[in-house]
């Protein structure tokens, strides 16, 4: 999908909210296994995002500022007995861009709920 | 997990080694790393049945291949720029200095060049082997023909009247090669002489190296009547000695 400068694809969009949806059950960072769940339950899909693309739209987003990662503490891993994790975190400027592209759609529904023509 | 799921599993790595392939090992290591994680965090979802992971593995495998590309295509792009930029980075500083320096040395006078010449002349001009030492001269002698031995000749001529008269002697030169081996002895030589003064039938004994020289000189003597005589034919016989000199 072509990108308009300065706008996210709906994917990029998704993922933000899924990771706003995270934080607000108290989940500040996740991995990326724990995003593709969130973003099937707010898709309402079944099948969970494609290895390639929601890594690919992660690193696309980190680029930009709206998401940044680290690696895990080797100890916890281990610990656990498991791969180390990437743990991603939604920046302010992320959270700000999820409320301005929620905004429009809210006045949208908000105005066809009222039977007004969209502005 | 089922063997399909590791099977699909195995899958799913195999691809990330692939499309990961000589990416610069902290990318190609994160996501390696991030895959795996994924793998290990599906296959222990407790919400998830053994049915579903192996869908779910399958399809998020597909579904993403092309943007696995994608993504290859893109680091790549930012490792060759990179590479560019690093490249140009060490170029520059590079090219300044070589024109500083070529500034420099064209204040400096110039030195007087040697006259080049062409490799392959050179080469073929070294190729060849020096010249080889002029033959050693005798000491104290100016002249530069070889020096020879020669043996010495006594000889008895039997004829009716006066003996002729020897006009033309050739002296039988000893063989270098007898003087190098220590060959030394006498000869005799019988021939007749011509009423033209020639030498001829001659015999020699005994024969060998030395005998054939001494052969060969008195063949070439060259005898003539006495006075007013006239010309009668006459036996030769010559004695030669061959001794080295002391």
Redesign the interface.
Known sequence: MRRKPGTLVPLEIAICAAASALRRRGVDEF????L??QLADITERR??????????AL?RLEAMGLLESRREDPAIAAQEN?????LYRLTALAESTVRESSRPRRRAAVRRRRGEAPA | MTSIGAFMAACVRAWTRIYTWRLPAAVRDARRQEIESDLWESSHDPQMTRAELVVQMTMRLTLGIADDFAWRVAQVSVTRSATLRTVTAAAVPCVLLLFALSRLTADVPALPEAPMRAPHVQRTRSDRPPPPPPPPTRAGGASSEPVFQYGRTSYSIVTEGPAPVRISEVRPVYPPLAVAAGLEGHVVVRARITERGRVTDAEVAPAGMLGAAALHAVQQWEFTAQGTEAPRPALLTVRVSFERAQ
């Open positions: 991995h990326g296994y724990e593709a769940k099948l969970l995002t494609a290895y390639g693309t929601l890594y690919r690193a498991r791969p180390g994790r990437r």
